[in-house]
């Protein structure tokens, strides 16, 4: 028979099991419910900040694409800088170029080249088109007026470079109108290169002449290509001459007068490129003090260099539409770095650093006052544009 105490525990026991399927009903009703709610809430959150750190990080990649060197341009230098230092200087690399026709083959004969070479650039950006301005007809009277006004006695060679292709008809009359050996070389399988990591397409310039980015194409020919052409190793000095541009009255054979005096450059008219009109211009100058640091650069021309931070708001150069130089000078191990330097800065197609003003940098780290000749001291008469 049960005893009192034993129904007791009995009764106990069953108010214990109904208040514990209570707590856990309420739990189940509503404590669930709610750690449900917060976990539904903290998954939107979190979705939430996950598309906002996307977009966040995207809107930092296409600003750090085109502000990086603005803002931390000296420290992106040093550290390009620094990861090159300890390795040897590179060569410039030779690019040989795929066409090549001359005065030569022409004739059928073969004729020494020359030390000294006149290059003219005609980029079109039409190619083959014909156009309203056909430039080989004025490059004919170049040809000319340099037989008859430069006292070189016709020895020094002519290369014409050139996009896209000229007729027969604009190329024999050229030959034939020169005593000189003339060469047409096509360039465009570089022209129309870019620096490494640059897009033209999501970029517009700041500054822009006779297409998109076809000024920056001419500014990065002559100051890195030009001299990375196989066709130019043979050669120790070259006279640039625009087709806008030509020598007046007699000249002397101004490749003897830059050996014989050890110069380096014979310099023209010195001109500015100012920030407000090319924005980003004197940014030139960070990427200049990361070089010179990094290579312990002591400049050779102190004025010129000095000139460089003068003035607040211009970059100097000297207008080289018409300039003569000595290749060697040009081709040393530590202007190669330095152009490297500007390459991979983008700086041409960013802020369209031209090729006047980085030539004036290279001079100025480079060559001192006497191994730099100026056109007007030595007396020699030219026009631009004409």
């Given at each position: 028979m049960m005893q009192t105490?034993?129904?007791?525990?009995?009764?106990?026991?069953?108010?214990?099991a109904h208040g514990f399927t209570k707590i856990v009903n309420r739990i189940r009703t509503d404590l669930f419910p709610k750690i449900k709610q917060s976990i539904e809430s903290l998954r939107h959150q979190m979705f939430f900040l996950?598309?906002?750190?996307?977009?966040?990080?995207?809107?930092?990649?296409?600003?750090?694409f085109g502000t990086s060197l603005q803002t931390s341009i000296s420290i992106d230098f040093s550290q390009q800088l620094t990861t090159n230092v300890a390795t040897t200087s590179k060569s410039i690399p030779y690019v040989q170029e795929p066409h090549i026709y001359s005065k030569s083959?022409?004739?059928?004969?073969?004729?020494?080249?020359?030390?000294?070479?006149?290059?003219?650039?005609v980029a079109s950006f039409a190619g083959d088109i014909r156009r309203a301005y056909n430039p080989y007809p004025k490059l004919r009277q170049k040809m000319i007026q340099l037989d008859e006004r430069l006292g070189d006695n016709k020895t020094t060679d002519?290369?014409?470079?050139?996009?896209?292709?000229?007729?027969?008809?604009?190329?024999?009359?050229?030959?034939d109108?020169?005593?000189?050996?003339?060469?047409?070389?096509?360039?465009?399988?570089?022209?129309?290169?870019?620096?490494?990591?640059?897009?033209?397409?999501?970029?517009?310039?700041?500054w822009t002449q006779k297409g998109k980015w076809h000024y920056h194409h001419m500014c990065y020919f002559w100051f890195k290509q030009v001299f990375e052409l196989k066709i130019i190793q043979q050669y120790r000095y070259m006279m640039r001459l625009d087709d806008d541009s030509e020598i007046q009255g007699k000249w002397p054979n101004v490749f003897e007068i830059i050996a014989k005096r050890r110069a380096v450059y014979i310099a023209n008219t010195r001109i500015v490129d100012f920030e407000y009109i090319l924005p980003g211009t004197k940014l030139v100058r960070n990427l200049t003090i990361a070089f010179i640091e990094t290579y312990k650069i002591t400049p050779q021309n102190s004025g010129m260099f000095a000139d460089l931070f003068n003035h607040t708001i211009e970059i100097p150069g000297y207008w080289n539409n018409l300039e003569v130089m000595d290749l060697l000078f040009l081709r040393q191990p530590r202007i190669a770095e330095f152009t490297r330097l500007v390459d991979e800065s983008r700086g041409v197609y960013l802020y369209r650093w031209g090729d006047a003003p980085l030539r004036f940098i290279i001079l100025a780290l480079f060559a001192n006052a006497s191994q730099i000749l100026h056109r007007e001291e030595l007396g020699l008469q030219y026009c631009h544009p004409c």
């Open positions: 105490s034993d129904l007791n525990h009995l009764v106990n026991e069953d108010s214990g996950l598309i906002v750190s996307i977009l966040l990080l995207i809107f930092l990649l296409f600003y750090s083959q022409y004739l059928n004969k073969t004729r020494l080249p020359s030390k000294n070479v006149i290059a003219f650039l002519i290369v014409i470079f050139h996009t896209g292709y000229p007729f027969r008809e604009d190329l024999i009359p050229i030959m109108a020169t005593a000189r050996n003339v060469l047409f070389v096509n360039v465009d399988h570089i022209f129309y290169k870019f620096s490494p990591g640059f897009d033209p397409h999501i970029r517009d310039p700041t």
